[in-house]
């Protein structure tokens, strides 16, 4: 069984600090990950995605990528109220369908 | 932008009825998709389709039938609609090709069936 995992939150943070969002995965297979935003009520929206090893920027927002450690993250910097929404994780071994964890709440105060 | 759309956008029907919900692309994508997602839970994949007439039960069992006669049309259907469908339904679709690919999601349907 395919394990996405990601703590549910709500992560708080000020406006203009860096939120920190953290995914694990159980399948060593896993080759691309996708991270979404969802706001409530309304569907998810592709924020980054990531192949490889390593960090991926853009503008704001930072990828990270560690396969040996089954472990991806996203680092927001500069959070802002508007970037208020849940933050799911996606993954794909090969040609398989995505899996999805539960999401990570993130509230950023003024 | 992806061009995936989704109708209706809200939908309230009695118990029993028997109802469709449509799904279309614009993308010329091969790969279309049905999520199934309780408010504030996780998304749940119920029906995928790979091409014109694949269709694949997903992860989440359901009564749900699909149907894909036309690679921009892909719409779910409950014969017998009953108050645990109740949900939001998400439709996506991808390109065929690597797996690399991200999923485009339509703005959803949100069912009530009282």
């Known amino acids: 069984q395919k394990e996405v995992e990601q703590n549910s939150g709500p992560l708080s943070v000020p406006e203009g600090a860096i939120a920190s969002l953290n995914c694990t995965y159980s399948?060593?297979?896993?080759?691309?990950f996708f991270w979404y935003r969802q706001y409530s009520g309304k569907s998810p929206e592709l924020i980054m995605f990531?192949?490889?090893?390593g960090d991926k920027e853009d503008g704001r927002f930072t990828a990270q990528l560690n396969k040996a450690s089954q472990y991806v993250s996203l680092l927001i910097r500069d959070s802002q109220p508007s970037d208020s929404a849940t933050y799911l994780c996606?993954?794909?071994?090969?040609?398989?369908?995505?899996?999805f964890g539960k999401g990570t709440m993130l509230l950023v105060s003024p | 932008e992806a061009d995936i759309y989704q109708t209706p956008r809200y939908l309230v029907i009695g118990t029993g009825k028997k109802i469709t919900l449509e799904c279309s692309q614009t993308m010329g994508h091969d790969k279309m998709y049905w999520y199934q997602q309780d408010p504030g839970m996780e998304l749940h994949l119920i029906h995928y389709s790979y091409g014109v007439n694949s269709t694949e039960k997903g992860d989440l069992s359901s009564e749900s039938t699909v149907s894909r006669i036309r690679t921009e049309h892909f719409p779910l259907t409950l014969e017998s609609a009953r108050p645990s469908h109740t949900s939001q339904y998400l439709c996506?679709?991808?390109?065929?090709?690597?797996?690399?690919?991200?999923?485009?999601f339509g703005n959803g349907t949100r069912l009530t069936v009282t």
């Open positions: 399948d060593r297979g896993s080759q691309s």
């Open positions: 996506a679709s991808s390109p065929r090709g690597t797996g690399l690919s991200p999923l485009h």
């Open positions: 990531i192949y490889s090893n």
């Open positions: 996606a993954v794909r071994a090969g040609y398989s369908t995505l899996t």
